[in-house]
């Protein structure tokens, strides 16, 4: 069974930078798509980006592109979010997630991290 632990979340000023992680366990992740998906409060969970098994973004979000990298780092297991030119509206509840392919329903993940808050504010 594979289990993810974001971390990373923290306060930070507008327009500064903030790298998540999302550390699995139970299983390597070398073989899953992951995608992070953020939630401000009031509103519904958002895809951001996605990383394919090849290392290969997928953005999913007009406003993550430029801003957002993700990446993979397989000798540790783990998904990366890079997070630039942060802004007020980028404020939420981030969260992995894994699965055979990058979908963008949310619903369809079915591995979860517990999530980690970013807050961007002066």
């Known amino acids: 069974q594979l289990h993810l632990a974001e971390s990373g979340g923290d306060l930070v000023q507008p327009g500064g930078s903030l790298r998540l992680s999302c550390a699995a366990s139970?299983?390597?992740?070398?073989?899953?798509?992951v995608a992070w998906f953020r939630q401000a409060p009031g509103k519904g969970r958002e895809r951001v980006t996605c990383?394919?098994?090849?290392?290969?973004?997928?953005y999913s979000t007009d406003s993550a592109r430029g801003r957002f990298t993700g990446s993979r780092d397989n000798a540790k297991n783990t998904v990366h979010l890079e997070m630039n030119k942060l802004t007020p509206e980028d404020s939420a509840v981030y969260y992995c997630?894994?699965?055979?392919?990058?979908?963008?329903?949310?619903?369809?993940?079915?591995?979860w991290g517990q999530g980690t808050q970013v807050t961007v504010s002066s």
């Open positions: 990383v394919l098994s090849t290392n290969i973004t997928a």
């Open positions: 997630a894994a699965d055979t392919q990058c979908y963008h329903d949310y619903r369809v993940f079915r591995f």
């Open positions: 139970g299983s390597t992740l070398d073989s899953y798509a």
